[in-house]
T-cell receptor, first 115, second 115 residues
Framework: EAGVVQSPRYKIIEKKQPVAFWCNPI?????LYWYRQNLGQGPELLIR????????DSQLPKDRFSAERLKGVDSTLKIQPAKLGDSAVYLC?????????????FGSGTRLTVV | KNQVEQSPQSLIILEGKNCTLQ??????????LRWYKQDTGRGPVSLTI???SENTKSNGRYTATLDADTKQSSLHITASQLSDSASYIC??????????????WGLGTSLAVNP
């Protein structure tokens, strides 16, 4: 099993430029999460999908961030325009929906540096 | 307020020694508690997951304990190796309506294992 795959691993962009991250969850996992993690802090949830539906996007800065999960599988997270404060690691995670499931699996993340 | 606190904030030990990391939480309603290991620049990797009824769970040299009465958990690392150097994060899952869960993250303990 490949696990949660994210790309790119690293991205350096100038401020005001757009950037996009891609995530391929574990096969069969209905739930997909995007987190942002700043250095020395725990991840903070940006958005959660159940299949194609974004069920929790309350923490997503919607003026510049957008996400989509077409067909309920892969997902992309976009920032436009990027700001210096957006520099962080963006983590994608997936899990199966259901009372018996407790496992979240994280990808390796995309480290974004905005200069 | 749902909160997860970890101690110590950082720890340095010699290779081959044992260590114990602590996690206290004030979370309700409790679903489960997880310990993650996160290497710098990588996504978190699950070490153990424990539900309310579990007191201890092992994963190789990692042993986690849970006292649901005092709302405390510990992660014990035996015979430490250089590769154990990482951040260890305690995460408590909160049950929400609709079979959903929310993760409450601790800030982690940064462990350095020196030769």
């Amino acid at each position: 099993e490949a696990g949660v795959v994210q790309s790119p691993r690293y991205k350096i962009i100038e401020k005001k430029q757009p950037v996009a991250f891609w995530c391929n969850p574990i096969s069969g996992h209905n739930t997909l999460y995007w987190y942002r993690q700043n250095l020395g802090q725990g991840p903070e949830l940006l958005i959660r999908y159940e299949n194609e539906e974004a069920v929790d996007d309350s923490q997503l800065p919607k003026d510049r961030f957008s996400a989509e999960r077409l067909k309920g599988v892969d997902s992309t997270l976009k920032i436009q325009p990027a700001k210096l404060g957006d520099s962080a690691v963006y983590l994608c995670a997936s899990s199966s929906t259901g009372a018996s499931n407790y496992g979240y699996t994280f990808g390796s993340g995309t480290r974004l540096t905005v200069v | 307020k749902n909160q997860v606190e970890q101690s110590p904030q950082s720890l340095i030990i010699l290779e081959g020694k044992n260590c114990t990391l602590q996690c206290n939480y004030t979370v309700s309603p409790f679903s489960n508690l997880r310990w993650y290991k996160q290497d710098t620049g990588r996504g978190p990797v699950s070490l153990t997951i424990m539900t309310f009824s579990e007191n201890t769970k092992s994963n190789g040299r990692y042993t986690a304990t849970l006292d649901a009465d005092t709302k405390q958990s510990s992660l014990h690392i035996t015979a430490s190796q250089l590769s154990d150097s990482a951040s260890y994060i305690c995460v408590v899952s909160v049950s929400e309506a609709g079979n959903n869960r929310k993760l409450i993250w601790g800030l982690g303990t940064s462990l350095a294992v020196n030769p």
